[in-house]
Nanobody
């Protein structure tokens, strides 16, 4: 399984970005997907998860109401729309394919390379 995250960049506070994660796996629709982020000197933290079917989502409290996750299983892609970005959202964002629809990193087997998001104040 290979994951390719894209869409990161630099925006001002209040701005928006849309991240995408493309997966090279035939049975993509069988797997939940998570987005995590890591900023310098911090542990990688859960941002949002989406179930295999896309019917269930799970957001970290810090991003609820601002971020929206979706997936297109026909295209093997997951998107993360990030609105009203804040400086504290600055991090490298990773997508990951997991065994369980869960917030814990250990339940995600495959990880993309990450894409940098920088939000200036």
């Amino acid at each position: 399984v290979q994951l390719q995250a894209s869409g990161g960049g630099m925006v001002q506070a209040g701005g928006s970005l849309r991240l995408s994660c493309a997966a090279s796996v035939r049975t993509f629709s069988n797997y939940p997907v998570g987005w995590f982020r890591q900023s310098p000197q911090k542990e990688r933290e859960f941002v949002v998860g989406i179930s295999a079917s896309g019917e269930l989502t799970w957001y970290a409290d810090s991003v609820k109401g601002r971020f929206t996750v979706s997936r297109d299983n026909a295209k093997n892609t997951v998107s993360l729309q990030m609105n009203n970005l804040k400086p504290e959202d600055t991090a490298v964002y990773y997508c990951a394919v997991g065994r369980l629809f869960d917030t814990r990193r250990e339940h995600y087997n495959y990880w993309g390379q990450g894409t940098q998001v920088t939000v200036s104040s």
